[in-house]
DNA sequence: TTACGGGTTCGAGTACACTCTAAGTCAAGT
DNA sequence: ACTTGACTTAGAGTGTACTCGAACCCGTAA
């Protein structure tokens, strides 16, 4: 397939496409004889994965190097399993983070509905 | 307190407590006889507050709207309650989107620890 | 009194991750 | 032949949230 239909089966836009093959995220994607970019449909898996790993935080930075990893082959897959678990700790304490402030977010709201009673006064935050 | 014990009290530095204070995210601080400002203990409470919102992804424009809605006193309580209520999902949706990731990145892993283990060939992610 | 560790303002610079523009090429349809 | 839409490159621009630098002022201890 070409760059437009990836975008449009990626959810990446053309330019974001370019510029992931750009820092090295994409694989320098084959040329046709007029010099378009040919993918074939395992691309989505892999872009699929960095969309996981973009969305639960990783930088680019790190995804760079992951990338780097899986370009060096099946040699470099323990240090791809540490990555990973790394990331899963970071991803860990963010969902506990987000879960403990959820609880507060929770106290401030029901504040506010008891002020609303006319049963407490609010705090002024 | 001047900004020097807030920003160690506070975790922000006095760049980012005067950037604060420009974009309105903290009030206009009063000034002593030689300009420099004092605060009291009270806003630490809201910085803290603050702090809560960044760290469940809340736009600084959205916190901008919130002080604003504080600045005019409790008649804004119920617009504060709905702009908190609404933040609440958003944190909720994001919880879950990273709880559905960190299965898939245990999965990964798993599946990177079999590899290691001679059982499976890995899948090049 | 002079050095020091604060503080002040304004405006410029940084990091991240895109996002878009300019200027051009190319293949297919009418 | 011409238009349309998709593609190419290099490089500039954008938005967010700080972060820093320059040039300056002010109060206190040696």
Known sequence: ??????????????????YYERIGLLAYADRDSSGQRRYGADILVWIE??????ETGMPIREMMDYAALR???????PARRRMLEQHREIVRAR????????????QKIAGYASA???TLDDDEN
Chains 1, 2 share one sequence.
Do not use: P, W
């Open 71 to 77: 370009a060096k082959g099946s040699q470099s897959g």
């Open 116 to 118: 609303e009673q006319g």
């Open 95 to 106: 969902i506990s983070q987000l879960s403990a402030n959820l609880v507060v977010l929770d």
């Open 1 to 18: 397939m070409k760059i437009g239909e990836l975008a449009r089966r990626s959810g990446l836009t053309t330019h974001t496409i370019r």
């Open 49 to 54: 994965f960095l969309h996981r790993l973009k």
